[in-house]
């Protein structure tokens, strides 16, 4: 299936072979077209940046400034609604269940749907609220409602935040009001993006440019117009303002399921913002495939093993990875690092190495090596009893 070679590097064994590697992905049908972003940081808005990533192996494609640190404004309620879907999925509560907003709606600053303390609204109703009308008293009422208090749904956003591994994020509020402490990247914002798609419940919000709440009286707007005017769009939200400029994380579907996640930050305009955000979605559906991260298994030769009842034990992969890698690339390559022995006793499913599969130079996925078996220490009385079974043979 492929060459392999073994390198000897100190006390460690280096696999490096080429496995032709199975396509999860078909082709897609959209016209490469590259994205065209130019920052202009004359206004006095940040730079532009932006990241394209894949969805389930959360791989960034393309970047420009992925890591530079910037007030995302409304974007942050992306995190406020992934913890509100996990909610939803761990059934804290469901869509028909009906909230009563408290004091802390009066006078809620920006966008509202002008709720009053008392007034009862279905999650449903406020999701909408939320998502398609950016109402900061929707996400209030669904705070409170998850966490008791705002304070402590912030605290459990920043606390998710850390769990997913977003070292360059801080949030202050569900709502995104400006305040010069909160901060995020456009690779974080991805990160949080690539959470949220895997919640189908919100989708049909996402894609939904314009709706009615409060029996009709309260219309809702979505400030996103790839909403009613992007075919592949299945999620999540833009936003502006005079700190971060024009901001959208946006998301886009193919039909075998693959989504490849866009945001933009500090565009100088909307039309700016969300015709680089579909050219990068664009260019992930032309350019990229998800393949399966993964080699036959009889590669991995036994491992010695020392003072053990057996002498070597087999070896597997740790479960299969995905990899998005350019469309024109056949193959990846693999490095796979090994001891050249371990010491008894081993325990099944002990991890002894690594496998790193590479995609031309750029790191595709990582794979532990795990023991198949367990395998006991050499005892006095083990090693007299198979001398004497020896013996009697």
Not at 312 to 335: C, D, F, Q, Y
Request: with cysteine; proline share 3%; hydrophobic share 40%.
């Amino acid at each position: 299936m492929g060459s392999i070679r073994i390198l000897s590097v100190i006390a460690a064994v280096i696999m490096l072979f080429s496995v032709p590697l199975h396509s999860l992905a078909d082709s897609f049908t959209e016209n490469a077209v590259q994205a065209d972003v130019s920052a202009d940081n004359t206004s006095g808005t940040p730079e532009m940046s932006y990241v394209l990533m894949e969805s389930r192996t959360k791989m960034v494609l393309d970047s420009s400034s992925p890591d530079s640190v910037i007030n995302a404004g409304y974007l942050s309620k992306l995190m406020t609604l992934l913890l509100i879907a996990e909610d939803i999925e761990t059934g804290k509560f469901r869509l028909e269940t009906e909230l009563t907003a408290s004091q802390t709606v009066y006078g809620m600053k920006g966008s509202v749907v002008w709720l009053e303390p008392g007034d009862k609204m279905t999650v449903d109703e406020l999701l909408k609220s939320l998502i398609i009308g950016n109402a900061n008293d929707a996400a209030a009422v669904l705070a409170e409602a998850s966490e008791h208090s705002t304070e402590a749904f912030v605290s459990r956003m920043n606390s998710e935040a850390f769990d997913l591994g977003l070292r360059n994020t801080a949030f202050y509020s569900p709502y995104g009001f400006y305040d010069e402490r909160e901060h995020t990247t456009a690779y974080e914002l991805a990160l949080i993006c690539a959470e949220l798609s895997k919640y189908d419940t919100l989708t049909p919000y996402f894609q939904t440019w314009r709706d009615f709440v409060k029996e009709g009286k309260t219309e809702l707007v979505n400030e996103n117009t790839l909403s009613r005017t992007y075919e592949r769009h299945i999620g999540f939200k833009e936003s502006h303002s005079e700190h971060s400029g024009y901001c959208i994380a946006e998301a886009g579907r193919d039909e075998n399921g693959t989504v490849f996640i866009a945001v933009v930050l500090g565009a100088e305009d909307s039309d700016s913002a969300e015709s680089t955000a579909r050219k990068l979605i664009r260019s992930g559906f032309t350019d990229y495939k998800v393949i399966e991260a993964a080699f036959p298994e009889e590669f991995l030769i036994p491992l010695k093993v020392l003072g053990g009842e057996e002498s070597a034990v087999m070896l597997s992969l740790r479960g299969g990875r995905l990899a998005a890698v350019p469309k024109s690339n056949g193959e990846l390559t693999t490095i796979t690092v090994l001891p050249e022995y371990i010491n008894a006793p081993v325990a099944a499913g002990q991890v002894v190495g690594e496998t790193a599969f590479y995609s031309g130079k750029t790191l595709a996925a990582e794979v532990e090596i795990v023991t198949r078996d367990s395998i006991n220490a050499l005892t006095y009385l083990y090693t007299l009893k198979d001398m004497l079974a020896g013996m009697l043979k």
